[in-house]
């Protein structure tokens, strides 16, 4: 981001993929921006249109197979995506939109799909759905607080050696093999929903350091984060 510049997000195929309301992550990532005086600029990138490389941050949603599918072909003929990130964009992944980052995922009839082949992982069909609340303790160097969320997915992710896992469950699915999420450079994939940005406020400053490159002045979120507490004192174990 340059410093005279407003900060740039560009929110990716919301017309296929924004079934669980992750299009939340959009507007909180504005507010906490506002807040601190941060001027912001969106960018609303339908499917039938190019993906604009010179964002700051990029987001995509989760979704069904069949817009799943279709938003991976247009991905992958567009390549806007690619050279953003390799300009040194972030980018936020969820579900679906996770498993779209990696080299293959699972189709309608679980037949493999090629993804984008952005980040090291591959995902698959799992033996059931996995719905309800998913949280866990998040990679020590992150510096955020326990992740909070509600998982909805068939998929199982596999993380290969040049990514590591965002956060390790305590309860939920995530991953399937103890694990939840990835990260690695500037790129968040995740299981998370409700929003995830809305329920994991540290998650979305990590996102706006990374773009602005400084250190963000504080903002007062004690009112949220006796909320966080209560739901997770109900979700977690003991």
């Known amino acids: 981001m340059q410093s005279d510049s407003a900060l740039r997000l560009v929110w990716i195929y919301p017309d296929l993929l924004s079934t669980y309301g992750d299009q939340g992550n959009v507007l909180v990532l504005e507010q906490r921006a506002r807040r601190r005086g941060i001027p912001v600029e969106t960018v609303h990138v339908r499917s039938a249109d190019p993906v604009p490389e010179s964002g700051d941050i990029y987001l995509i949603g989760g979704g069904e197979d069949r817009p799943q599918i279709l938003a991976s072909e247009r991905l992958r003929r567009d390549g806007g995506l690619h050279r ?57 160097a992150l510096g955020i607080p326990t992740l909070t969320g509600f998982e909805n997915h068939m998929g199982v992710t596999r993380l290969g050696p040049d990514v590591r896992p965002l956060a390790h469950t305590a309860v939920g699915t995530g991953n399937g093999d103890g694990t939840e999420g990835c990260y690695t450079g500037k790129i968040v994939g995740t299981y998370l929903h409700g929003p995830a940005l ?40 003991g």
Do not use: H, K
């Open 84 to 140: 953003a990130i390799q300009r040194g964009a972030a980018l936020l992944a969820v579900c679906a939109g996770y498993q779209i980052m990696g080299t293959t995922f699972g189709g309608e009839e679980g037949q493999p799909v090629d993804g984008i082949g952005l980040i090291d992982i591959s995902s698959g069909r799992g033996e059931g759905r996995a719905v309800g609340e998913l949280a866990g303790e998040a990679d020590p």
């Open 198 to 237: 809305a329920r994991n406020p540290g998650l979305a400053d990590l996102l706006l350091t990374w773009a602005v490159g400084a250190q963000l002045p504080p903002i007062d979120d004690s009112w949220f984060e006796r909320l966080r507490e209560e739901r997770l004192a109900a979700v977690l174990p």
